[in-house]
């Protein structure tokens, strides 16, 4: 991911993403049981995917969004995308028959499930595609990347350390409420120099910290929670000890909008 990311073309990481996307698909066809979400990817990966890398002002694909008017876009599908899930693994509203079925919103909402990993890739891909040269250390993506894994990192040695409450006993097991803490603060804790280096605001470091520090973080009881209501503990195989593609990235997708649009808002 780094080397991807570190190589100024945004090619290498549009191919990245592209085989990222299949892979959570693949996962994510076997969560809700359903091969529906096969067209939500082939109508994702090249209408959400592939505009993201092409140049600013080109006449494919491209909208009439500013990069702050795309920004909110991004977040604001995200939460469409993510509120679909609850149909599509078959919540019925109180009062309603578990027999009762809706098969088009059920179909609906399986093909707008791949949203979930999509735009946060494309946001990636966006922030990539900001910075210029062969090969360039100063990526804003590590934004949403880097800071991610400071927090995981104190998150785990706190928790494991001085953890005693748990933080969502019914969701995910294992997080503690002094993880979850530690795990707030150090993301800041990395993000402000990263974003100093870059050549980012201090303010927009601090941010995208908390951003990290708090969504990443919702992002992982998120897939959690998907992977509860599936019956199952990991998303895959993927990467034995670890699950699958989707475990690895959870805390990223929700991260990554969030850190797009604050890139885009704050200067």
């Known amino acids: ?19 990222a996307a299949f892979i959570c698909t693949l996962e994510l066809s076997t969560l809700l049981k359903s091969k529906r979400v096969w067209i939500g990817w082939a109508i994702g990966a090249f209408l959400v995917l592939v505009p993201a890398v092409l140049p600013p002002g080109g006449a494919f694909l491209q909208t009439r969004y500013s990069p702050r008017e795309w920004a909110v876009q991004s977040v604001l599908s995200l939460l469409c995308g993510i509120a679909v899930f609850p149909f599509a693994l078959g919540y019925r509203p109180t009062g309603w028959p578990k027999s009762a079925r809706w098969p088009g919103l059920t179909f609906a909402c399986e093909v707008v499930a791949p949203t979930w990993y999509l735009l946060p890739f494309a946001c990636l891909l966006r922030l990539h595609g900001t910075h210029s040269g062969l090969w360039d250390l100063a990526d804003p993506a590590l934004m949403a990347i880097v800071p991610l894994w400071g927090g995981d990192t104190a998150g785990i040695f706190v928790g494991k350390a001085f953890g005693r409450r748990l933080l969502a006993p019914k969701i995910s097991p294992k997080k503690t409420v002094e993880g979850a803490i530690a795990n707030l603060f150090a993301c800041p804790l990395v993000s402000i120099p990263l974003g100093l280096a870059i050549g980012l605001s201090w303010e927009a470091g601090a941010a995208c910290g908390l951003a990290a520090g708090t969504f990443g973080q919702l992002g992982d009881l998120f897939e959690s929670y998907v992977k509860r209501q599936a019956g199952v503990k990991d ?3 993927l990467l034995p000890g670890h699950g699958g593609l989707l475990d690895r990235v959870d805390s990223l997708l929700f991260t990554a909008p969030i850190v797009f649009a604050i890139l885009n808002l704050i200067k």
């Open 1 to 19: 991911m780094l080397g991807a990311l570190f190589f100024a073309s945004p090619w290498p990481f549009f191919v990245l993403a592209e085989v």
């Open 235 to 237: 998303s895959g195989s």
